[in-house]
């Protein structure tokens, strides 16, 4: 077990040096960043298990959550704390950037440095996993987070790059409806396919269009799926 740390500025460019020179082919140790002058205790002195294994994104997620519950702390104490989550990626930086096949594929710097700009920070594995969660629960985050820690995959990258989107309960409880498999416990298959018809890209067109007449706010999630053109009957079976 280890204290919940946040790095500062300087632990913030170790780690990305250590990312970047791990991107370069260099065969480097992962630095020692849990101590000063490369970070600092969070304000409450919460233990994580720097050993736990995380099948899929949502069980990171869950555990995050239970860990700040069972210490008092809220969402909004942390959900902004960039340095904190990045913290998080340096902490388990084996899972989320595993070794496969013999090599080790390092994404972009967004994946593990986490940023205050939305435009990256949904694109962080976990501040993005935790912020879906605790949001929605585990039920409307399954078509985000049911991917291994190391997938950001498109249903995440197509709903929750948009601020109004992946901030509208009704729509996340709508695209669950259509492209959640509840007996298989998967994503149905095609609902990101460019070219299947009523694919998640086409929900995203309809639903700016719906908007323009319907307040999407005030409206179940069932209301609106009676609102979808016939190109979606597919997926509401």
Request: net charge positive; glycine share 4%.
């Amino acid at each position: 077990m280890i204290t919940i740390r946040v790095l500062t500025d300087k632990g913030i460019e170790e780690f990305r040096s250590y990312i970047h020179s791990l991107r370069s082919g260099l065969q480097v140790h992962r630095p020692n960043l849990n101590i000063e002058p490369y970070s600092y205790e969070f304000k409450s002195s919460i233990q994580v298990d720097e050993d736990r294994l995380f099948s899929t994104r949502i069980d990171l997620a869950k555990y995050l959550s239970a860990c700040f519950a069972q210490s008092g702390i809220r969402r909004v104490d942390v959900i902004g704390n960039n340095a904190l989550w990045t913290w998080f990626a340096y902490l388990w930086f084996d899972q989320l950037c595993p070794i496969i096949n013999g090599k080790r594929k390092i994404r972009e710097d967004s994946r593990y440095i986490c940023s205050s700009d939305y435009r990256d920070y949904y694109r962080h594995y976990v501040a993005a996993a935790y912020n879906i969660f605790s949001l929605y629960g585990e039920e409307n985050s399954k078509l985000f987070l049911h991917c291994p820690v190391y997938i950001h995959n498109d249903f995440t990258e197509q709903l929750a790059s948009r601020q109004y989107i992946i901030s509208n309960k009704t729509i996340i409880e709508l695209a669950h409806l259509l492209y959640w498999d509840s007996k298989e416990n998967k994503p149905k298959r095609g609902g990101t396919d460019r070219n299947r018809p009523g694919n998640v890209r086409r929900l995203i067109k309809v639903l700016s269009q719906l908007e323009l007449t319907y307040d999407l706010h005030s409206m179940s999630a069932r209301e609106l799926l009676k609102l979808l053109p016939k190109e979606f009957d597919v997926w509401k079976k």
